[in-house]
DNA sequence: ATCAAGTCTGTAACTTGTTCTAGATTAGCG
DNA sequence: CGCTAATCTAGAACAAGTTACAGACTTGAT
């Protein structure tokens, strides 16, 4: 929220004409739409193009490739994601109680669409150096709603560490339930286990005697 | 080592005769050779068949896809590689530095084939459920290592839990280093850090004072 | 209102993963 | 050896991501 408002969502380059703002949105409405029935594969760009009422050169134009595509769909319902979160913000008594909780709740989220979640992280996870500043940017929004839940104005660096570490395991385990590999009841363990490293690593401000 | 040799590798379902062998075995270093040169996609299938000197349908017969070739590839260089471990295993007192140095030893490997190493990583996380058998002998092989380097024989379902864990820190801190979003430092930073939950999920023998 | 530059459309072409087919080869068996 | 089923080969064909291009439409400035 502070002075990072540079490569927030927008590249700002050209500012985009109020048509190219609303074709933007159709197609990113119909990426989801589209992922929500049938996962990664049934986002097919020419389908894309036709759902949002653009030709399949605009839609390169906007997304100059699908996982492009796809990692502009997770920013759009990460932000969403955020906002709601925000709402009503966890209720645990430390940070790691709620930073579980958050994630927790963003996962439940996720169950209701596991088809776009599949499609979302898979492009996430797939994304080559050409979509690092995107992917970049979904990072940061991820950090900010760890963040948030620990209530951590200034972290240290070690506890960016730990928070980078949570983001591995979010994804990671994600991953390995959309595959089916992992159970919903494992995925919570595993984040619940990651979450103590946020006990680990704060910063002894003053009660709470650690060894 | 006990009895799960069942999924070992190899299905078992028909034995595999000898020139059968011999073509498996072409494919998977044609298929290890194209991608240490340009990692995922340089890894293409009729460049595989010809280079392993198979037709394409044959190729498709041993591996039915793509992903599946590239798990199959990081099965056999997974496998290497712990052979290799176990003849200097890790020299660290506790089991968390063991850990982080084995995985750090790993990580230097693959440093030095880092088009390989995208390439095996990449198919991992994206493998979808058709895959999951080969991505699972994947997992079980890490999680060896891993435990090995724990010295821990019978693990506890939270010290499987911290495994479970590292492993996804483990695959997705490579992901970012892959695609240059994170420092060889950042790396070794968020294994080290991750590698403290080993301590956190311990048996409590007798010592340590925790809380 | 007019012109130039930039966008958008529709469509075809190209690339690479995957599937299919017909005809050779090979392996196992009597 | 001679047969049969399975496997392998060569090559075409298909699918979806991506690129290319000619012509129509918008936009912004004069």
Chains 1, 2 share one sequence.
């Not at 594969?41 to 653009?54: F, I, L, N, S």
């Not at 439940?108 to 979509?131: C, H």
Request: proline share 7%.
């Amino acid at each position: 929220m502070t002075a990072e408002n540079r490569a927030d969502h927008r590249p700002a380059s050209p500012p985009l004409t109020e048509r190219q703002e609303a074709r933007r949105r159709r197609i990113l409405n119909a990426s989801a739409q589209l992922a929500a029935r049938g996962g990664f594969d049934a986002v097919q760009m020419r389908e894309v193009a036709e759902a949002a009422g653009v030709a399949l050169g605009t839609l390169y134009r906007y997304f100059p490739s699908k996982i492009h595509l796809l990692v502009a769909t997770m920013q759009d319902q990460l932000q969403h994601m955020h906002t709601t979160l925000r709402k009503r913000p966890p209720a645990g008594a430390d940070p790691a109680e709620r930073v579980a909780e958050t994630l927790m709740r963003a996962f439940r989220a996720l169950q209701r669409e596991p088809q776009l979640a599949d499609a979302m992280v898979r492009a996430l996870t797939f994304a080559d150096r050409s979509v690092s500043p995107e992917v970049d940017t979904v990072s940061r929004l991820t950090t900010a709603i760890i963040l948030d839940a620990m209530g951590t104005e200034h972290p240290t660096p070690s506890q960016l560490s730990a928070v980078r570490v949570i983001e591995h395991t979010w994804h990671s385990a994600l991953i390995t339930w959309l595959s089916g590999r992992a159970s919903i009841a494992q995925v919570k363990i595993d984040i619940e286990t990651v979450c103590r490293l946020i006990d680990l690593t704060a910063p002894a401000p003053a009660p709470e005697p650690a060894r």
